[in-house]
């Protein structure tokens, strides 16, 4: 079974915290490698020998599996990096967005509530 895991670094070690995530399936990118290389031995036929079937679809299995592997932590790594962008994109918007722009953003408060009238306009 797996379960996801939480933890806090801070923010200019982000990507650098994902690169090491990613550098966790290079044992698992490594086998891929290998068995993309054999299994392509292994179906091709051998002088008079037929192929082992048997062996290449356990090593289609095995295969898969690290892909799959591989691709888990493909996905994690994307959600970290773009959760890191949106947070960027929020800080540069809310950063160069005019008072009353971040007003209208504020929870709780829609554009609406901010009319003359409001404000003892005549």
């Given at each position: 079974?797996?379960?996801?895991?939480?933890?806090?670094v801070e923010e200019e070690?982000?990507?650098?915290?994902a690169a090491k995530i990613i550098g966790l399936s290079g044992e698992d990118m490594g086998q891929c490698v290998g068995?993309?290389?054999?299994?392509?031995?292994?179906?091709?036929?051998k002088d008079d020998n037929p192929p082992?079937?048997?062996?290449?679809l356990e090593m289609i299995e095995e295969?898969?599996?690290?892909?799959?592997a591989v691709d888990t932590r493909?996905?994690?790594?994307?959600?970290?990096?773009?959760?890191y962008d949106d947070y960027r994109r929020?800080?540069?918007?809310n950063a160069t967005a005019p008072a009353h722009t971040l007003r209208a953003q504020a929870p709780g408060i829609?554009?609406?509530?901010?009319?003359?009238?409001?404000f003892g306009a005549d």
């Open positions: 079974m797996r379960v996801k895991l939480s933890y806090t070690d982000v990507l650098k915290e068995l993309f290389n054999e299994l392509q031995t292994e179906l091709k036929s082992n079937t048997i062996k290449a295969f898969r599996k690290a892909l799959l493909l996905a994690e790594v994307s959600e970290i990096v773009v959760g929020d800080n540069i918007t829609d554009d609406n509530s901010y009319t003359d009238e409001l």
